[in-house]
């Protein structure tokens, strides 16, 4: 079966080479900027010696515990009890790593031009130029808020379009991912959300915000399948996503307070990731450390690599850690739904910086 799904994969792929040689010839524009001023460490002993960080902040040893990994031969009624109690399943091996490999040897070649890449090195390995992240910090209201001036506009015309590639829709709608997701949720049709995105973490570069999905698909109720894919090898301290243990209550408890507080608001306002309750990017906190003392849970961080997909519940509380490899950690997060039920609708157009989600 995987054998076939790469072929047809690859096939797919192949067919938007020509366009991406058009792209080859832009040159890179680059500026300068005082050095990042997240700068504070501590050794982690668990799950590995790796050190993370979050964003100001060291997130200490104590606070991170190992994400429990399910091996793809699992039994599918094993997989979905796992699913129940952690409120996520980390498949390990699942999808073909060729596939995976390709479609981060795609991104690369697509956006490296820009000067995203380190010169010399091949586009499938995403090894990061150097030099201060915000140069590469994806268009967008965080990447407004920063009022950078001469940015890179081709970097960021690229990372756009990459989001709408027939190559990334083809991932996005892997067979492998489907028949998955078809024995997993016993779906009779599933539609994949268009607006599904590219988290390309350079080194230093700000990490994703606590948050649980459903802040953003709240125009549905929270059925929505998210699987999140490295694309790539992605090391303990290479930035990958990270799960605070047993909060998928959590999750639900803030959400119903959230609701409560907006129920005097317009729909358009109560179903926003940024009506007036909310914090900046729709995010719960940015600290960590913080967050875990609050709620008394850890986070589970894990050594992720190419071919593994993490399925979520829609109210597991997530973040990241600072990348702090030369290697940039790339993801995508691709969401699911039931055809025939109801859903999140603004999730059906391709992600774009201005979009509001
Ligand atoms: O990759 C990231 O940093 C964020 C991913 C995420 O939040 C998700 O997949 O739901
Ligand atoms: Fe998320």
Not at 79 to 96: A, N, Q, S
Not at 154 to 178: D, G, I, N, T
Not at 343 to 355: A, G, I, L, T, V
């Amino acid at each position: 079966m995987y054998i076939k799904a790469t072929f047809y994969f690859l096939s797919v792929v192949s067919q938007d080479i020509p366009s991406l040689i058009l792209y080859l010839y832009s040159s890179p524009q680059h500026f300068i900027m005082a050095p990042s001023v997240i700068d504070v460490t501590m050794q982690s002993s668990q799950p590995s010696d790796a050190i993370k960080k979050a964003p100001g902040k060291a997130i200490l040893p104590d606070y991170i515990v190992p994400l429990r990994p399910t091996p793809a031969d699992t039994p599918m009624s094993e997989i979905r009890r796992r699913y129940e109690e952690d409120g996520y399943v980390w498949m390990k091996g699942l999808l073909p790593t060729a596939d995976v490999w390709q479609t981060r040897k795609t991104y690369f070649e697509f956006t490296g031009p820009t000067g995203l890449i380190k010169e010399g090195t091949d586009p499938k390995d995403g090894i990061y130029c150097g030099g201060d992240w915000r140069n590469w910090v994806a268009p967008g209201p965080f990447r407004e808020s920063l009022k950078l001036q001469n940015s890179n506009l081709e970097y960021q015309k690229r990372m756009v379009e990459a989001h709408a590639a027939p190559w990334y829709m083809a991932f996005a709608s892997h067979p492998v991912l489907l028949n998955f997701i078809k024995d997993f949720t016993g779906w009779e049709k599933t539609t994949p959300l268009k607006r599904s995105i590219f988290r390309p973490n350079v080194k230093g570069g700000e990490p994703t915000g606590i948050h649980y999905d459903q802040i953003f698909l709240r125009g549905g109720p929270p059925t929505a399948l998210t699987a999140w894919v490295p694309l790539g090898d992605c090391a303990i301290n290479g930035g990958g996503l990270m799960y605070l243990n047993d909060s998928v209550s959590i999750g639900e408890k803030i959400e119903e307070d959230f609701a409560e507080a907006a129920k005097d608001f317009t729909d358009e306002q109560r179903i926003s990731a940024f009506n007036a309750h909310m914090m900046s990017g729709g995010f719960l906190s940015k600290d960590l450390r913080e967050f875990s003392k609050k709620w008394g849970r850890k986070w589970l961080a894990a050594d992720y690599e190419a071919g593994d997909v993490v399925f979520h519940k829609a109210f597991n509380i997530h973040a990241s850690a600072v990348n702090e490899s030369d290697v940039i950690r790339l993801a995508t997060d691709l969401r699911y739904v039931e055809t025939e039920k109801a859903f999140d609708e603004r999730w059906m157009e391709n992600w774009k910086p201005d979009d509001n989600l």
